[in-house]
Nanobody
C-alpha cells in the first residue's frame, strides 16, 4: 500500500489548511488511517486516527478542537482539516495505515505503511 500526502504549504497564524492522503489500494475494510506530525527537533507524534468504520482516536491534546479528520473510503482518501493554525503546528505531516486499530496507532505510533510527508509551515 502506498500513501501520498498533499496539501501542505505555508500559512499565517490563524489560517487553515486541508491535507489529503491518497492510498494506492482499498482502505475500506482493513486499515486504520492516522495523521502524525514531526516538528523540528522533536519526535513524531500522533494527531488523529480513524478506524475503518469511521471512529476517531485522538493523539496529542494540542490539536483538540482545531483539527478534524475524515475519510472517503470510496476514493481511498483521508483528510486532515487544520484550523486556527499556530507556529507550534509547523512540521512535517505524515499519514499512515495500520491494522492494529486507530487507538493503538495514535497512542503508540504503530503503523504498517507511511507516506513520504508534507511540510506545513505556520508563520506569525
Amino acid at each position: 500500500l502506498q500513501l501520498v500526502e498533499s496539501g501542505g504549504g505555508s500559512v499565517q497564524v490563524g489560517g487553515s489548511l486541508r491535507l489529503s492522503c491518497k492510498a494506492s489500494g482499498s482502505l475500506s475494510d482493513y486499515y486504520a488511517i492516522g495523521w502524525f506530525r514531526q516538528a523540528p527537533g522533536k519526535e513524531r507524534e500522533g494527531l488523529l486516527c480513524t478506524s475503518s468504520s469511521g471512529g476517531v482516536a485522538h493523539g496529542v491534546d494540542s490539536v483538540e478542537g482545531r483539527f478534524t479528520t475524515s475519510r472517503d473510503n470510496a476514493k481511498n482518501t483521508v483528510f486532515l482539516q487544520m484550523n486556527s493554525l499556530e507556529p507550534e503546528d509547523t512540521g512535517i505531516y505524515y499519514c499512515a495505515a495500520g491494522t492494529l486499530g486507530a487507538e493503538v496507532m495514535c497512542t503508540m505510533g504503530t503503523a504498517d505503511f507511511w507516506g513520504q510527508g508534507t511540510q506545513v509551515t505556520v508563520s506569525s
